[in-house]
Nanobody
Framework: VQLQASGGGLVQAGGSLRLSCAAS??????????IAWFRQAPGKDREFVAG????????YYVDSVKGRFTISRDFSKNTVYLQLTSLKPEDTAVYYC?????????????????WGQGTQVTVSS
């Protein structure tokens, strides 16, 4: 399973970005239960941001992004999106998407089986 994250960039505080995470199984069998977005700022641990249950679309967010970020999925494109709005300098980080066959809301990195390469989001003040 390969996850391709994209959409990062440099934006001013208050601006918006949309991140994409395209999943491909390359013919392998993988029961994708959920996809989550994590982020890692310089010198900090990787932290959970948002997750979506693939089948139902149920979502879960960390408190710091509730009301500002929206996670969604497109079945036809096998893609999960993370819409970032009202961005703050403290949102600056490398954003990673991760897929799991058993979780969609866990903040434990070990719950996720596959990881994308990360996309940089930089918010200037």
């Amino acid at each position: 399973v390969q996850l391709q994250a994209s959409g990062g960039g440099l934006v001013q505080a208050g601006g918006s970005l949309r991140l994409s995470c395209a999943a491909s199984t390359s013919g392998r069998t993988f029961r994708m239960y959920g996809i989550a977005w994590f982020r890692q700022a310089p010198g900090k641990d990787r932290e959970f941001v948002a997750g979506i249950r693939w089948s139902s679309g149920t979502t879960y967010y960390v408190d710091s992004v509730k009301g500002r970020f929206t996670i969604s999925r497109d079945f036809s494109k096998n893609t999960v999106y993370l819409q970032l709005t009202s961005l703050k300098p403290e949102d600056t980080a490398v954003y990673y998407c991760a897929a799991s066959d058993s979780s969609w809301s866990s903040d434990r990195l070990g719950e996720y089986d596959y990881w994308g390469q990360g996309t940089q989001v930089t918010v200037s003040s």
